[in-house]
């Protein structure tokens, strides 16, 4: 037997690959699972297969080693130890916003770097790392991968110019477990057929604001008033004074579901102008909507919260909060809709993937959320409110970030699109308050085909 069988099939033994049935990521149903993780259970077959990948790579000329994280790291550190040559390690977690290097050791610019890869699908996350480490000054000429599960992924990267070494195919794989008896002929038959004929990811269709399970009274009256006025248009009334705000809300109020406020840059503001805007808000059907941004402990945002001149508790519909303080500080805007913050629109904001993972689950835990806002999509039991919305214009000149109503309803699945400036700058803001209900409610409608 060569040392790869035997390597495979002890490997094998650990569980590295299972059969059955199984639901990938990408929502595919497959006969087979891998998962290369259980090798480092085994040191001695972690050695062994550092000392084959080593062997693939002998002529290639790289000065560092790095894993693609997580099953990759233990198999690079020990290539690391085995060859002499240093490791650095890449970061998961930081998408290269904020001011961690995403790229952790000691190198130099210019540095042939190795990536070591456990499993190849499309190779569209290894393209994203070697983006990543290429970015930091490193360069990257090959790679070398434990198995392909030949769905194009060599390929794309071949086309690239990368050179990359890999260890199996999957059909080798499964060639090598069939003739040592470990899977018999209509497994075989059965893993083959997936392999020449991979199924396309099943499509996850958007769900329609009558369909979605929002339980939360505010959500459902906001779904309500969108429905019946076919807007899912928020229109954000940033002007400084009562006049100017009365003004924008008597003019679009017929086209919008909420109006959204920052009172705290309103120069003369009062509960008369509270009062009104509840009756326009009344008779023009639509809720009054506070872009608080509540961002500190419980206690301080209770008193933020129904103290101080503005007293948000006793008028506003709907609050947006961060979630940065945790799950229970959340628990204090009892009566009102709230809004989470998960992600921002603007150029460089810090909400990178992990934030907003962690965000989206404290939003989900918080029956008093009853949404968020994100430039992304998000699970269908929470709205999705999209700032950042612009026909005209791709960015302002302080970090703020435009994408059309057809963007955002298509690809975030965006349900309530947030208009400022594209509505209370225009000449005519009813006009462009038409204007942005319609084609917003067009492209919510076509985003559904
Ligand atoms: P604009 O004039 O359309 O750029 O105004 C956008 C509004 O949405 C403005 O009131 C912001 O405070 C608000 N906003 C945003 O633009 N981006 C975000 O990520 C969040 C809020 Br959260």
Redesign the pocket.
Known sequence: MQPREDFLLKAYELGIIKFGNFILKSGIESPFYVDLRPLASSPQLLKTLANQLLDLVEKSPFELICGVPYAALPMGTTMSLASGTPLIIKRKENKGYGTKRMVEGIYHDGQNCLLVEDVITSGQSLLETIEEVEREGLKVTDIVVVLDREQGGIQKLKEKGYSVHTLFTINEVIDLLHRFHRLDDSEVGRIKNFLENPPAPPVKKRVGLDKKQISHPVGKKLIEIALKKNSNLIA?A?VISSAELIKLAKDVGEHIVAL?L?TDIIRDFSFELIEELKQISKEKEFLLFE?R?FGDIGNTQDLQFKEGMYRIASWADMI?SHVIAGEESLKVFDNVGVVA?V????KG?LTDDYYVGKALNAAKNSPNVMGA?A?RKVSDDLLLFT????MSSSG?SKG?Q?NTPEKVCSEYHTDFI????????AADAALAAKTYKESGWAAYLNSFE
């Open positions: 954000s940033d959204k920052h872009d941004k947006t913050i992600e921002m629109s603007t904001t806002v430039q700032p950042g919305v612009n302002d703020q435009y947030i208009v400022g400036r594209g509505i209370y700058k």
